[in-house]
């Protein structure tokens, strides 16, 4: 990312045409001028200091979107280092292709969540959701073939417009809502996998060759990956939703007095969010050649984790899914880390507890909630 | 014994309060009169100890004091009575007069209610209401209310040596004259206990309670006299401070609007707020709606544009019957609408300039529907130039723009849109003299350009300067039409005659 300096001075008079005020801004841009998250960041250092005192606004270091947005690349890069440095094998091309694998499906989840949280809520369905399609792939593949696979993408995008129709008509904070689906969702898992966990037979496992293949040497769920990551960055970059759901996180009521059908921008938020939930719960079982109504219960706290670390404001309107895929290998990166520290497989939600309270601590945009509940 | 020295406040570029001087007497009642924005509720904020003063400052009996919170202005004897209510209806009378006091009435962490109430009842007492302290504050009336408000006020009187200065904002705009009657009466009883400064927007009301009066203007004090040797029109003189010159509002600019009907109101009502409102609007006619507050206008205007649906009669857009039920239906019919609230409901603040150009209508390409960045920063660079805003680029972020920058990216969201009904709620509020000129010459232009305006201002002055034709309107009732082309203006006392 290079980077151009410009300097400008801003005159302004006031009310009673005093001269009052010199204004000394510097302001950056990036190269990349059409990035929009980018220039949210870079342009925040650019101030027209208050008309009362003559005092000339700095900028600090701290306060640098530049700065700012590269801390948690910075942050992956430190980590993939340092563990390099303690265990050369991890930077081999076998190790980080493995590592990232895993990251797939983990990714998927957050690029789901990413896209709620953007416009201001939460998802708290998908570990949820991610189960439920395991189950339903292991229980149908057999019999129906490949038609398993958009079945169970269509139930999920089903939930997810089900918590999103719930959430803006009868006017329900999104995390009651999602966390009501999350329990109905589980329990339909329950009751369809009778409560055991449902290995793949060899006659469905013939439908799964396109999850756990390799075409060219790269395990195909990579691959699946950056596609989720290419067409969400393009959604949110390019699309009205993307843009609708940056200003509704930014600015719900501005953007609905606009003229913008704010509820239908939601529901097709939580319809993605649910649907990419329903996918990473088939590329789950498609790896592990089994489906379980607890398959994915351990990952709604990484996912979340990963989009506030990633640098996606947890109240929405600034981020990305390219913020997410960060925040995705930071967090499974942090696994690997800690997996050969050697702390326990379960343990390991404590750290990322922690992360996520650390994370949004340092992320959160106080000046935008007055009162936090 | 409570002075204002030279005070000066300043907010986000526009100058509330310039150098003001105000003398508060003991025993005395101080009326305070002046426009929306004169800077009435900024000083009675720095007085309650919300603001502090950019210059100058308070003396309490010669002394200088320093307000940094209400809790320092009520150790200092200053209570206010709010304009909105600050009473917590989901508490009993008692535990409202005491709120934040509760210390003095507990024992080993429990608040002894029995004390609490006693002495609740005590400040009763004073205002002479006959309410229980024991109940809930949401079953008690408004004017009720206002009268736990004073007694909480009195309250501090235990709690301070000094001598008491109540501030009461505005506290007759939401009261009958019968109950006006009874709280000017406890007021009058009080003097003896505490010292007064009143400010409403009713003359006769300042006249009749105060002993005497500063008029504001433009965050000046312009006159300070005895109560007893003015009178409403002097006052009233005052207060607009000049005559109204007409090149001010570009009268001279005003054409007459086209034939041809863009918007038309029969019978149209929201219950509750407004009944059978009959109203056409041509093709560059600019129509204010004039009258005071809870008189419906504030109420109309939104419905025009879908925040409160109407619930009868029939509104025409272009001739087609129309029931706007949110605004992305206004914004489908050709409607835009700059609110009064431009940092909340006008502008995403922490977004670009350009985004917030575009997003009443983005630009998409041919390619699956997607936004045209490049189209969308020559469309935003366009408006920049044509309307003057005064930014380096167009991906400056809204909230560092001044507030007449920004009204200007609100409007040029709408003729983006290419919106042909402007709804203008406010749309000078809180800018500063040069911004609003611009304004003035922005909604000349749009007139020309045959868009048609539906104007509520902050001032008379305003609407009858801008407007073709104005609507006045009291009590949920059009009572008055007037045709207000150049050198036919009402004055303002004719439209107030049909307004209170």
């Known amino acids: 990312m290079t980077e151009t300096k410009e300097s400008g001075v801003i005159r302004r008079k ?62 992956l890069l430190g980590l993939v280092i340092l563990i390099g440095a303690l265990q050369p094998s991890f930077l081999t091309v076998d190790t980080l292709l493995v590592v990232m694998a895993d990251t797939a499906t983990l990714f998927i989840l957050a690029a789901g969540i990413t896209f709620v949280v953007m416009l201001g ?50 006017r329900i904070p999104s995390f009651i809502v999602t966390l009501a689906t999350s329990g109905l969702v589980a329990a339909a898992a329950l009751l369809l996998s009778q409560e055991r966990s449902i290995t793949i037979g060899e006659s469905g496992r013939v439908y799964l060759n396109w999850i756990t293949g390799r075409p060219f040497g790269i395990p195909s769920v990579i691959l699946i990956g950056a596609l989720v990551a290419c067409v969400g960055i393009w959604l949110q970059r390019y699309t009205p939703f993307g843009r609708y759901s940056t200003a509704i996180g930014a600015g719900e009521a501005a953007t609905w007095a606009s003229g913008v059908k704010v509820n239908r921008q939601k529901v097709i938020a939580y319809s993605l969010s649910a649907g990419l939930a329903s996918l990473a719960g088939i590329l789950l079982a498609g790896r592990l050649s089994s489906g379980s109504p607890t398959l994915a219960n351990e990952l709604l706290l990484p996912a979340i984790a990963a989009v506030v670390v990633g640098g996606t404001s947890i109240t929405g309107g600034a981020g990305g899914i390219g913020r997410t895929v960060v925040g995705a290998l930071i967090i499974s990166v942090v696994r690997v880390g800690m997996t050969f520290v050697g702390v326990d497989i379960f343990a390991q939600q404590i750290v990322f507890g922690v992360v996520l309270i650390l994370a949004v601590a340092v992320t959160i945009d106080r000046t935008k909630i007055l009162i936090v509940k | 014994m409570l002075s204002v020295e030279h005070v000066s406040k300043a907010f986000a570029g526009v100058q509330a309060l310039d150098d003001v001087n105000v003398e508060i007497g003991v025993n005395e009642v101080v009326g305070l009169v002046g426009e929306n924005g004169a800077g009435k509720s900024t000083l009675m904020r720095i007085l309650a100890g919300v603001y502090s003063p ?35 209806v989901n508490l009993t009378v008692g535990e409202n007069i005491y709120l934040g006091q509760e210390a003095e009435f507990t024992r080993l962490g429990l608040i002894d209610r029995r004390r609490l109430n006693a002495a609740a009842r005590r400040q009763l007492d004073k205002v002479e209401v006959d309410i229980d302290p024991r109940t809930r504050t949401s079953e008690l ?82 006159g300070h006299m005895e109560a007893g040797s003015t009178s409403v029109p002097q006052l009233h003189q005052m207060m607009v401070g000049r005559d109204r010159h007409a090149e001010y509002y570009r009268e001279s600019r005003q054409q007459s609007p086209k034939e041809e009907i863009v918007l038309e109101a029969r019978g149209l009502s929201v219950k509750g707020a407004y009944q059978a409102v009959d109203f056409t609007l041509h093709k560059g006619e600019v129509l204010g709606i004039a009258g005071v507050v809870g008189s419906g ?36 019919q050709g409607v835009g609408y700059i609110p009064r609230e431009r940092r909340t409901e006008g502008l995403v603040l922490s977004l670009p300039i350009a985004v917030n150009m575009t997003l009443s209508s983005l630009p998409v390409g041919r390619i699956m529907g997607a936004i045209s960045l490049s189209r969308e920063r020559q469309l935003a660079k366009r408006w920049v130039d044509k309307l003057r805003i005064r930014t380096p ?102 439209l107030i005659r049909h307004m209170v």
């Open chain 1, 14 to 75: 006031n009310a009673f045409g005093t001269k009052m005020q010199l204004a000394e801004t510097v302001f950056r841009f990036s190269s990349n001028r059409r990035n929009l998250r980018n220039l949210r960041l870079t342009n925040s250092e650019f101030k027209i200091s208050g008309m009362t005192s003559n005092q000339i606004i700095t900028k600090s270091l701290l306060t640098d979107g530049t700065v700012r947005a590269a801390i948690p690349i910075l942050l």
């Open chain 1, 121 to 170: 809520g939460i998802d708290l369905s998908i570990q949820a959701v991610a189960s439920l399609s395991s189950v339903i792939v292991a229980v149908s593949l057999s019999r129906f073939g490949y038609w398993a696979f958009p079945a169970t993408l269509l139930v999920g995008f089903i939930t997810g417009a089900f918590s999103g129709g719930v959430h803006v008509w009868l």
């Open chain 2, 54 to 88: 950019d210059r100058g400052s308070l003396k309490l009996d010669g002394a200088p004091v320093f307000l940094r919170s209400p809790r320092d202005a009520n150790l200092n004897g200053i209570g206010i009575v709010f304009q909105e209510q600050s009473l917590l």
């Open chain 2, 141 to 222: 009336s408004f004017a009720a209310r206002q009268m736990v408000e004073l007694a909480k006020a009195l309250a501090l009187e235990e709690r301070t040596e000094r001598h008491l200065v109540i501030l009461l904002d505005e506290p007759t705009s939401v009261l009958e004259q019968r109950d006006i009657d009874i709280l000017f009466a406890r007021v009058r009883a009080l003097k003896r206990r505490a010292s007064f400064v009143f400010v409403s927007h009713r003359l006769d009301e300042i006249l009749e309670l105060s002993d005497r009066i500063y008029v504001m203007k433009d965050g000046r004090v312009v």
């Open chain 2, 297 to 332: 206008r504030e109420e109309l205007t939104r419905t025009l544009f879908g925040f409160v649906p109407q619930t009868g009669g029939t509104l025409k857009i272009d001739g087609h019957a129309v029931r706007l039920t949110a605004p992305s239906q206004a914004a489908d």
């Open chain 2, 393 to 494: 680029t167009v991906e400056a972020l809204c909230l560092n723009l001044s507030g007449g920058n920004q009204q200007k990216v609100v409007l040029a969201k709408w003729m983006n849109a290419r919106a042909h009904i402007l709804i203008f709620d406010h749309p000078t509020r809180g800018l500063d003299v040069g911004a609003k000129e611009e304004v003035y010459e922005l909604i000349r232009d749009l007139s020309e350009e045959g868009v048609a305006i539906v104007l509520t201002a902050d001032t008379l002055e305003e609407t009858i300067g801008l407007c073709h034709s104005i609507l006045v309107m009291r009590d949920g009732q059009v009572t008055a039409r007037f045709d207000a082309s150049p050198g036919r203006k009402p004055s303002q006392v004719d």
